[in-house]
């Protein structure tokens, strides 16, 4: 890249954690694309998917929305997209956002042409993309459910993020093409690819940040992209998904799923870590630099806070950047914005 031309940066995730990430990157750069896990079943986004068929729209229009806020603070529109209708009828729990999506999902029959026209409506300069253009299903292998410990199949993201037991892996499904291998969005991978870096986390481990590298495509994508790659953990465990993890965990965990997948930066909250020796160590493991900071919120328990978050990525691009540079590697990146 250029001195004049901003960073390109690629978030992958769900819900709040990815959230948080472009909460963050917002201060950094105006070229952001959002990759969004499409496996909710949950709530208003669970009932558009079962009676529709299409994708959950739920962690698209929040995706939409953190960066609307980036480009045009608390404009009507905005505010209009995550109003929630109350009630008792059948509208009752329904974001306007997530009605609004899948009426464009069905008139345009394209997700990512209907992504495109609501960034449009909202006025945002950053892109907002479904890692697959199909809705999936999350499978995961759970132990501790039964008192001989044997391990269990449960399906879908709602009853996996609130399983009592221990999630030891989890694989996709496509509900629409039983048997089939999950499709990627080609826009996605593209933006994967053509990143200067690409973030992973924060976010619920085995329902928004893990099903992005079972997607084959998207997998291969992250492999192969000359993008500096970081992976950013979540502050506590979350109840369910990763009781009793330790940051270091987080990180065998992704490696056990993406056996061939490198990054370069792991940013950790200080304070979120017992035992950095040991969170180096699983970072080494991926080939990458643990990066211990102050992140957190200090006035609300489980949150980053997003200038501190936005420091710290300026911090770990402008180290990735410099020792590619003495290295004598791809210079691309050039100074960091």
């Known amino acids: 890249m250029t001195p004049d031309r901003p960073v390109r940066a690629v978030a992958l995730g769900g819900g709040h954690g990815l959230q948080a990430t472009l909460t963050a990157l917002r201060r950094v750069t105006p070229d952001i694309t959002a990759v969004v896990t499409v496996a909710d079943d949950g709530g208003s986004s669970g009932r558009l998917r079962r009676e529709l068929g299409l994708l959950p729209p739920g962690d698209l229009r929040q995706a939409l929305a953190t960066l609307a806020d980036a480009e045009i603070g608390e404009s009507l529109w905005a505010r209009l997209f995550q109003h929630r209708f109350g009630g008792s009828g059948a509208l009752t729990g329904h974001a306007v956002g997530n009605l609004v999506l899948a009426g464009l999902f069905e008139v345009l029959g394209d997700p990512v042409a209907a992504l495109d026209e609501a960034r449009r409506l909202l006025g945002v300069s950053g892109r907002v993309l479904p890692m697959s253009p199909e809705p999936l299903e999350i499978e995961a292998e759970v132990t501790g459910l039964t008192n001989d410990d044997e391990p269990r199949v449960i399906r879908g993201q709602v009853a996996v993020a609130s399983t009592p037991g221990r999630v030891r892996r989890i694989e ?44 084959p495509a998207l997998h291969d994508a992250l492999v192969q992209t000359m993008a500096t790659k970081v992976v950013i953990l979540n502050l506590v465990p979350q109840p369910g998904e990763t009781a009793g993890f330790s940051p270091e965990r987080h990180l065998d965990v992704l490696f056990e799923h993406a056996p061939g997948l490198r990054v370069d930066v792991v940013i950790a909250d200080r304070a979120s870590v017992a035992a950095p020796a040991r969170l180096r160590d699983a970072a080494g493991q991926l080939g990458a630099r643990a990066q211990l900071a102050d992140v957190a919120d200090p006035n609300v328990r489980g949150l980053h806070d997003p200038d501190a978050l936005a420091a710290c990525v300026r911090e770990a691009l402008g180290r990735r950047a410099g020792a590619r540079d003495r290295d004598g590697g791809d210079s691309r990146e050039g100074p960091w914005r």
């Open 172 to 215: 996709l499904r496509t509900p629409q093409r039983p048997g089939g291998v999950p499709a990627a969005c080609a826009e996605a991978v593209d933006a994967v690819l053509g990143a200067d870096v690409v973030f992973l986390g924060p976010g619920s481990w085995f329902t928004s940040v893990l099903p992005h590298l079972l997607v």
